[in-house]
Nanobody, 126 residues
């Protein structure tokens, strides 16, 4: 099982922004689709978006569409989740996941993913 290392997160007021990073430990993300997920207390882990291999397209859940942006920097071997206009309901532990995939694949269902980051807390409150 491959390992992903997350960074970023923290606490912010409603309307604020945060950026999360996801980088692999010891392998290249070139052939992997990356998904972002979150889990609030008492709830199941749910997908919020994904980016395809080599930046081949993104998809987002309706709850974050227009506010969150997923991007990948292949030179830095890192994927980012930029979160703007954060709301209290965005409070959760956020995870990135990776799955080896072909071009065009982008699916943010958690069961598809085989490798995970350690999770990072995002808290939005006034």
């Amino acid at each position: 099982q491959l390992q992903l290392v997350q960074s970023g997160g923290g606490s912010v007021q409603p309307g604020g922004s945060l950026r999360l990073s996801c980088a692999p430990s010891g392998f290249s993300l070139d052939y992997y689709a990356i998904g972002w997920f979150r889990q609030a207390p008492g709830k199941e882990r749910g997908g919020i978006g994904c980016v395809g291999v080599s930046g081949g397209g993104t998809r987002y859940a309706d709850s974050v569409k227009g506010r969150f942006t997923i991007s990948r920097d292949n030179a830095k071997n890192t994927v980012y989740l930029q979160m703007n206009n954060l709301k209290p309901e965005d409070t959760a532990v956020y995870y990135c996941g990776a799955v080896r995939a072909g071009n065009g694949f982008c699916n943010y269902h958690p069961k598809v993913y085989t490798s995970w980051g350690q999770g990072t807390q995002v808290s939005v409150s006034s």
